[in-house]
């Protein structure tokens, strides 16, 4: 199989790469930092992988770099099998890409659009494709922004933190509801507390708030992705389904209403049909 994988070069994501290449399948990896890459080659050439593995060095929080990755996927393969989407640096401050998004909402949330319904059809051509979006889910807070999704009248970073956590999760919802997806197998999947390095930028307390709960809760990751694993290889039949860990998620649960609720899904959709028309990019809506 396929897989093309987002932060494959570390926690998480590293995690899935190295199963799959350990299993046979060819993996491409998309990572922020060169230096992880090559070492991420290096160790895919040690296990006899060499000829399976393609690292790609992107930064996912710019538009541009997304379209630059799905040339470079759709130059390696006409069939994406498993699409797992992890790259995720998170942050506390408000700050602004250089094409004006709020930075989580362009990681978290944009980047992930642009590849899912972006490689839709390298994911039918597959068949039996699925797609993984590595977040939060579960957790429900945070709220969208309706009135300033990129916090360009100022507001907390905390919030813009979240807004892009609910977002993700309304990624799913959309993907599922929308009918050219053809009811393809979408999973958002919480590893849960896991030791990586993903707290490293945030500011306090969060960053005490995290080193604790990391203490307390922190499992290895790779017991944090063993369910996952099961679900790469053998995936859910139904468009949309969440876990935290092997626990599945009732999505139509009480406590989840305003998590998973389509109304706002396919609001956010159509939000974000507008913006890429903004950025000059109307082709990378989902229409
Ligand atoms: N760790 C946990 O406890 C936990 C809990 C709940 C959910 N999750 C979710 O699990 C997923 C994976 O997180 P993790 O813990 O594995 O994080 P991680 O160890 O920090 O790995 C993040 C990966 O994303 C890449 N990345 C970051 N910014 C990028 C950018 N702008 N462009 C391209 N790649 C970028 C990183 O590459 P570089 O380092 O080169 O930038 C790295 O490969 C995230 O979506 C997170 O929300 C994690």
Redesign the pocket.
Known sequence: MDFLV??????????ITRHALAHGHRVM?????????DAWLAEAAQAGAADRAVFF??????VT?NTRTLDAVRGWTDRVDRLV??????QTRIGHTAEGLERNF???YL?RFLLSFGLLPQLRAAGASLVV?????G?PVGRLRWHDLQFTSGGRGFQALMQA?RA?DLLGVAFAGHPPTGGLPFVL????????????EIDQPWRML?AV??ALR??P?EE?VRPLLRLLADPPTAALTAFRAAQEIDLQGRRYARSYRPSDAQRLLEETNRLLVRLGHPELGAR
């Open positions: 987002t932060g494959g070069t570390d926690g998480v994501g590293r995690a990896a998309v990572g922020h930092t060169a230096e992880k890459g060095r992107a930064d996912l929080r710019l770099e989407l992890c790259a995720q640096r998170y362009a990681l978290s980047s979006n590595v977040c939060g889910t957790t956590a993700t999947y919480n590893p849960d507390v896991v030791r990586t390095n993903l707290q490293r995290a709960t990391l922190g499992k990751v944090g």
